[in-house]
Every structure is written in C-alpha cells, then in structure tokens.
C-alpha cells in the first residue's frame, strides 16, 4: 500500500473530487487528506461547488436540442448547400454558353459574385488560433486554475459583460482545468475555457461578443483544429478540439443548452 506521506499530484486530488480514482490509489489519498484536513476540506468545498452546479445546469441539460440545432437538420442545411453551388455553377455555365459570342459576357454583374464571409468566421478563426496557442502548453495551459472556477468565472463574466458558466462535459470524458482572459476584436475582450480528457486531449470554449444574426452552428476544419461556432443573443460562441465532426457536434449542443440563457 502506498504510504499517506507521499503527496499525491493536483491530477489525482481532482480525480478524487471527481470520484474517478482507482481503487487502488483512493485508500492512500484519503489517508494522506486525513493528515492535512487544510487540503481535505478545500477539495471537499470545490466537491460541493461542482455538485451545486451540475444541479443547476442539469434541467437545460435534459431540455431537448432545438430543432434548428439537430443533426438532421444541419445535415438538410448542408444539403440544401450544396444544392445552390450546384444550381448557380449551372446558371453561369448557362450565361456562358449563351452569351459568348455577344460581347456581353465581362459586362454582366450577374457573374460578378461576391462571397461574403459567415458572421460566425471570426469567432471560430479567434478560437482556432488560441487553441493553438495554448493546448500545447504544460506548465502554464490556463491563467487561472479549476481549483478557482468561482474567481475565474467571476472575473471573466466581469470582463465579457455576460455571465458565463462553466459547462460540464464529463459526460464526454472532459474535465475543466481552468481558463484565460484573451484579447478579443473590437467589441471587447475574449475569453477561453479548457477541458481535458483522461488521455490529455484538450478542448476549448470561446465565448466574446459579435454582431450577426448566425444562430445556427457552422462547423470548420482547419488543420487538426475542429470547430463548431455560432452567434446567440449577441455573442460568439466556439467549441474547439482535435476531432471528427461526428465526436464533437454532441459535445457543441451540450455546450449550447448549458450557456442558454432560456428557461
């Protein structure tokens, strides 16, 4: 049996806040918090803090993904895409073959089509590049530690004016390490939440204000960096990983239904 004076690592106290400690190791971290009743009860308190707001976020948890959010109907989304590059490719090839020997090809505005960028395109090209940023980090991936999720979401809600809630994806297999205030565009400042798995992977949630009307997810690949973003009640939202689509959608809505200010 492993002695109670070895102190056990911050990952393993939180793994005994969250119950996940093997066996095998639970019989010695206790012994060890019985002889520091200091650190048992601040672990025991941030138990209690969890607890607490698993049970608030649990009745948006259970509430059912709106229509505009599922998967069916991202994928009708998708399609009904597809659809019109189809058509409107058709429709210049069409204007092409008419109008080639007119002389009025270059001069038609109706060729001269525009791509304007999604709201949603800065959000998630912000929360790609501080996933990129900080994901790789091991000494400092955080400014401020779960151990502080109180202060942390305190001061980040202060500074993005909005309350912003932690949400619990345990359910996924991620757990919160903490968050950083980042610079954000000029509608104010960002910030980032990081969860990491049992295996190191580490996802984000962006949050920072943004203009636009896009409440529906879009989802963009660049690189190993998955993202889903989208806009509600003023703000840009955008969860981040190295994952398929498929293995992060579930993990977005969940996101979405617990920062939803909807009752």
Known sequence: MSSPDITPGEEELQAWVDDRLDP??????????????AERERLLLERRQRAALRA???AKFDEPVPARLRVATLQAGVRARRLRRVGAVAAALALFLVG???????HDPRLATVAAAAPTAPIAQGATAAWRTFVVEVAH???????????????LSKRLGRPLKAPDLQPFGYRLIGGRLLPGSADGAAAQLMYEDEAGRRLTLYVQAARGTETAFRFQRDGDAATFAWIDQGFGFAVTASASREE???IAEAVYRGLSPRT
């Open 248 to 250: 992060l959608l579930p």
């Open 100 to 106: 080639a020997g007119a002389g009025w090809l270059a």
């Open 24 to 37: 095998s190791r639970r019989t010695a971290v206790e012994a060890w918090l019985a002889a520091h009743p």
């Open 141 to 155: 991936p955080v400014e401020v530690g779960a151990a502080q999720e109180g202060h942390l979401l305190q001061w």
């Open 56 to 58: 608030q976020l649990q």
